[in-house]
Each structure stands twice: as structure tokens, then as C-alpha cells.
């Protein structure tokens, strides 16, 4: 079963910036699964933030963070990223990447948050925006 680990969050002041890490666990590749970002606020749902195809043409991003936020993908280290910009306090939460593979029907949806949740799901990393 696919296993995913998510790196990369920290303690950092509004306007700051963290790049995120979503790699695959040993012996398992990501090429062929379409990838998200979701996160979760204390005492909130948890929500879709950004999401990315299996081979990196399509990209989705939620209102509140388009145009701050970047994801990436390099299928060779076997990554996926999330660019974060211009932090503020609201960003704050735990960050989550999902895995669907691409071959399942609606997988895309599901990784951009839409429809049936995605399958797979790493342990999560926090993000903490404040002075």
C-alpha cells in the first residue's frame, strides 16, 4: 500500500514562506497517482488546498490561497511540493498530501477535494503563521 511522508513545516512569521514535502515511502512511486494537498485548522474541516496530476499538466488551487501557494511535482525524486508565499495566520493548521491513482475514475476530483476523499493519506505536518 502506498505510504506517503510529509515534511517541510515549521513556526514562521506572516509573509514568510515554507516549501512542503509529500515523497513516497521506499519502494513505491508516485508516477502514477494525482496528488493533493488538503489541510485541517483547529476546530475546522478540513480542506482542499492544491492539487496536481500524475504528470503534472493539471493544477488546482483553492481561493484562499491562489496566487501565494505553488505545487510542483518532480516524478524523478519522486516529490511532490507546496511553494507556500506570503503566510499569514490563517494558513495555520495541519498540512495533509493524498495520493489517488490516476487510473481510478474521478481521482482528480478526489485529490482536489471534490467528491469521494482520495485513498491514500500521509501523517500530516504542521504549519504555524505567527509573530
Known amino acids: 500500500q502506498l505510504q506517503l511522508v510529509e515534511s517541510g513545516g515549521g513556526l514562521v512569521q506572516p509573509g514568510g514562506s515554507l516549501r512542503l514535502s509529500c515523497a513516497a515511502a521506499?519502494?513505491?512511486?508516485?508516477?502514477?497517482?494525482?496528488i493533493g494537498w488538503f489541510r485541517q485548522a483547529p476546530g475546522k474541516e478540513r480542506e482542499g488546498v492544491s492539487c496536481?496530476?500524475?504528470?503534472?499538466?493539471?493544477?488546482n488551487y483553492g481561493d484562499s490561497v491562489r496566487g501565494r501557494f505553488t505545487i510542483t511535482r518532480d516524478n524523478a525524486k519522486n516529490t511532490v511540493y507546496l511553494q507556500m508565499n506570503s503566510l499569514k495566520p490563517e494558513d495555520t493548521g495541519v498540512y495533509y498530501c493524498?495520493?489517488?491513482?490516476?487510473?481510478?475514475?474521478?481521482?482528480?476530483?478526489?485529490?482536489?477535494?471534490?467528491?469521494?476523499?482520495?485513498?491514500?493519506w500521509g501523517q500530516g505536518t504542521q504549519v504555524t503563521v505567527s509573530s
Open positions: 521506499s519502494g513505491f512511486t508516485l508516477d502514477y497517482y494525482h
Open positions: 493524498a495520493a489517488a491513482p490516476s487510473s481510478a475514475p474521478s481521482s482528480y476530483d478526489a485529490v482536489c477535494g471534490l467528491g469521494l476523499g482520495p485513498g491514500y
Open positions: 496536481i496530476s500524475s504528470a503534472g499538466g493539471s493544477k
